[in-house]
């Protein structure tokens, strides 16, 4: 393996960087015509920005509508030791530089940046561990993973716009769009498409960042795009496929039956939908764990069929993730049914939420849903008035801050219901309870925890609302300063 790696030190390099070199680019051409193959290497539009390595302010403006797609896979065995740039290939026939690896032994999103003709080439990033097995190597769509072949950059702030303010252009994309490592707050990467530049999408598009941290950094770069999104028909709930670096979709989203997946990598970070017009009715879904989708909007949720940040779809699933809403001030309500493990959701509004759909959790073994509010209102709580279930694993209920009524007295999910256990103050309404396995609004449980509130003056609640007496042999546990009435 030593032998390979003083190859890949001292090799001739046969595939040279292909993309980007116009503005923003050292010793490029300076001109921001991206239409223009004369501002490109090899006279190509293949969509690598990545050489754009100048701090500051960079404006690219496209001519005409472009698109722009993976390139082709190539899938080749390769051998390495744990901790080396340097590989082995049985071939580099179609390998190229700017290419992504995944797999075993390599850092998420890891860039290809030398091949040569001895069968040998150069990663943006040690391996992981030593391994040999098949690997595929595709050019991404959109690479943004400014200075990734030579230098890393920070800084860096590119923003793409038609070259007439009145005169709008279409990407139409599919594949990767592949962002820049963690940055320090001060040095962030960040790229914004303008209003008058929309997307439409013929496939999937998965929107990521390679892993890793530029001078042990912390803060995400950040993709903003303030036209129009069309996910296309028919995409299912994966068409966006969010899974790193932050992104703001500040446009309308549309697209029927074409929806939205979070996660499913430790590189995501926040997903904002701003517009309270996104009309895409594929849903929203989470793969789990990382991420977090931010509905930020004067109308943030909407009865199935109607325009919301979150689009008009009647589902909304979350897997060990937390939604927040924010930017309304007056109710919002939605029908849509929801699939909750291991979840959270949080309103930082300023008016109640309302779930009158139905609420369950098919995702994980013991899931519990934490309901978070700076909104405090005891005439006027978050509502949950839905059926609440079990689904195909128990659900338990966790309120953390707020005040939040359950007012079906038909629910049975058998999870346990308890009531904040930290600084802030919480208030769980209910309308009924009975036994253990017997519906109710506390559904059919076994156990009632109220945790006293750990700042000084805030006191924590269970309050009855309903308007009969009620009976139960459920075990309640009480600790700290708290109220049940």
Same mark, same amino acid.
């Given at each position: 393996m030593?032998?390979c790696?003083?190859f890949?030190c001292? &090799?001739?390099?046969l595939s040279a960087?292909a993309?980007?070199n ?5 010793g490029?051409t300076?001109?921001n015509?991206?239409n223009?193959?004369a501002?490109?290497?090899d006279?190509?539009?293949n969509g690598? %920005? $990545?050489?754009?390595t100048?701090?500051?302010p960079?404006?690219l403006?496209?001519t005409?509508n472009?698109?722009f797609?993976n390139?082709v896979?190539?899938t080749t ?7 080396l740039?340097?590989?082995a290939?049985s ?11 995944n797999?075993n032994?390599?850092a998420?999103?890891t860039?290809?940046?030398?091949? *040569?003709?001895s069968n ?5 990033q040690?391996t992981l561990? $030593? *391994?040999s097995?098949?690997y595929t190597?595709?050019r991404p769509a959109l690479?943004l993973?400014f200075?990734?072949?030579?230098a ?7 923003t793409f716009?038609s070259?007439?303010?009145a005169t709008?252009?279409?990407?139409t994309l599919s ?9 320090r707050?001060?040095?962030?990467n ?6 008058n530049i929309a %997307? ?7 929107i990521?960042r390679?892993?890793?941290a530029i001078?042990?950094?912390?803060t995400?770069?950040?993709l903003?795009i303030?036209g129009l ?6 995409g299912? +709930?994966?068409r966006?496929?969010?899974a790193?670096?932050?992104?703001? /979709?500040?446009?309308v989203v $549309?697209g029927?039956?074409s929806?939205?997946?979070?996660g499913?990598?430790?590189t995501?970070?926040t997903?904002t939908?701003?517009?309270p017009?996104?009309?895409y $009715?594929?849903?929203?879904t *989470?793969?789990?764990?990382f991420?977090s989708?931010l509905?930020?909007?004067?109308r943030?949720?909407?009865d199935?069929?109607?325009?919301s940040?979150l689009?008009s ?5 979350l897997?060990d993730i ?7 001030s007056?109710?919002q ?5 929801w699939n909750?493990? +291991?979840a959270s959701?949080v +309103? ?8 009158t759909?139905?609420?369950r959790?098919?995702i994980v073994?013991a899931?519990?849903?934490a /309901?978070g509010s ?5 005439g006027?709580?978050?509502? /949950?008035?839905g /059926?609440?279930s079990?689904g195909?694993y128990?659900?338990?209920i966790y309120? *953390?801050r707020g005040?939040w009524?359950?007012?079906n007295?038909?629910d ?9 256990n930290?600084?802030d ?7 009924s309870?009975?036994? &253990?396995?017997?519906a109710?609004a506390?559904?059919a449980?076994?156990? &009632?925890?109220?945790w006293g509130?750990?700042a000084?003056g805030n006191?924590n609640?269970?309050e009855?609302?309903?308007?009969n007496?009620?009976?139960g042999n459920?075990?309640v546990n009480?600790s700290?300063?708290v109220?049940a009435?």
């Amino acid at each position: 393996m030593n032998k390979c790696v003083v190859f890949a030190c001292s &090799m001739t390099v046969l595939s040279a960087f292909a993309g980007w070199n116009g503005a923003g680019v050292s010793g490029g051409t300076g001109a921001n015509n991206i239409n223009d193959p004369a501002n490109w290497t090899d006279g190509s539009i293949n969509g690598d %920005f $990545s050489a754009i390595t100048l701090p500051g302010p960079t404006a690219l403006a496209l001519t005409d509508n472009l698109t722009f797609t993976n390139g082709v896979t190539v899938t080749t065995t390769a051998t390495f030791t744990s901790g080396l740039t340097g590989i082995a290939l049985s071939s580099t026939n179609g390998l190229s530089v700017g290419q992504v690896v995944n797999g075993n032994g390599i850092a998420y999103n890891t860039v290809l940046i030398g091949v *040569s003709g001895s069968n040998t080439g150069v990663l943006s990033q040690a391996t992981l561990a $030593s *391994s040999s097995g098949n690997y595929t190597f595709t050019r991404p769509a959109l690479n943004l993973d400014f200075g990734v072949i030579a230098a890393r950059a920070t800084n860096v702030v590119v923003t793409f716009g038609s070259d007439s303010p009145a005169t709008p252009r279409t990407i139409t994309l599919s594949g990767r769009v592949l962002q820049t490592q963690l940055t320090r707050a001060a040095s962030p990467n960040a790229v914004t498409f303008s209003t008058n530049i929309a %997307f439409a999408l013929t496939d999937q598009v998965i929107i990521t960042r390679e892993t890793g941290a530029i001078n042990a950094g912390t803060t995400q770069p950040r993709l903003t795009i303030n036209g129009l999104f069309e996910l296309g028909a028919g995409g299912g +709930n994966a068409r966006l496929n969010f899974a790193g670096g932050d992104m703001a /979709l500040n446009g309308v989203v $549309s697209g029927a039956g074409s929806g939205c997946n979070l996660g499913g990598a430790s590189t995501a970070g926040t997903l904002t939908l701003t517009n309270p017009d996104n009309s895409y $009715s594929g849903g929203n879904t *989470s793969s789990g764990g990382f991420g977090s989708p931010l509905a930020d909007s004067t109308r943030v949720l909407a009865d199935t069929g109607f325009n919301s940040a979150l689009g008009s779809a009647g589902n909304i699933g979350l897997n060990d993730i937390a939604l927040t809403l924010q930017g309304f001030s007056t109710p919002q309500i939605t029908d849509s049914s929801w699939n909750v493990g +291991n979840a959270s959701l949080v +309103n930082y509004g300023t008016a109640p939420v309302v779930l009158t759909g139905t609420l369950r959790n098919d995702i994980v073994a013991a899931g519990i849903f934490a /309901l978070g509010s700076t909104y405090q209102n005891y005439g006027k709580p978050n509502v /949950l008035s839905g /059926l609440i279930s079990n689904g195909a694993y128990p659900l338990s209920i966790y309120v *953390s801050r707020g005040v939040w009524l359950l007012n079906n007295d038909a629910d049975t999910f058998s999870g346990s219901v308890s009531v904040a256990n930290g600084a802030d103050q919480a208030t769980l309404q209910f309308t009924s309870v009975a036994d &253990m396995g017997v519906a109710s609004a506390l559904g059919a449980g076994t156990v &009632m925890t109220l945790w006293g509130a750990g700042a000084a003056g805030n006191v924590n609640n269970f309050e009855y609302t309903g308007t009969n007496s009620a009976t139960g042999n459920r075990v309640v546990n009480i600790s700290g300063n708290v109220v049940a009435s």
